[in-house]
């Protein structure tokens, strides 16, 4: 059975920083893709970040720049390096491995 597990959210002031971390465990296979994706309320769901087995990596629209993806295989993770947070930042980020999801991890950015 895999299992996704997100962490690291939390309230943060605009401006600030976070990381997110996720780790699977069960079945972990170095050639499937890790990604992020957020969900803001009353928003659809959309890619913050993809990286695959190779360490090529995808931006969502507008994501560059400012979030950091990363991955470790020896540890079955993946990371999410968010710096220079706004307020529109806010959502549910989701880490998605394959077919798999996880729960989600709420990140606040308000002064």
């Known amino acids: 059975q895999v299992q996704v597990v997100e962490s690291g959210g939390g309230l943060v002031q605009p401006g600030g920083s976070l990381r997110l971390s996720c780790a699977v465990s069960?079945?972990?296979?170095?050639?499937?893709?890790m990604a992020w994706y957020r969900q803001a309320p009353g928003k659809e769901r959309e890619l913050v970040a993809r990286?695959?087995?190779?360490?090529?990596?995808n931006y969502g629209e507008s994501m560059e720049g400012r979030f950091t993806i990363s991955r470790d295989n020896a540890k079955n993770s993946v990371y999410l390096h968010m710096n220079s947070l706004k307020p529109e930042d806010t959502a549910v980020y989701y880490c998605n491995y394959g077919i798999f999801w996880g729960q989600g991890t709420q990140v606040t950015v308000s002064s």
């Open positions: 990286i695959f087995a190779g360490g090529a990596i």
């Open positions: 069960g079945m972990f296979s170095e050639t499937i893709a």
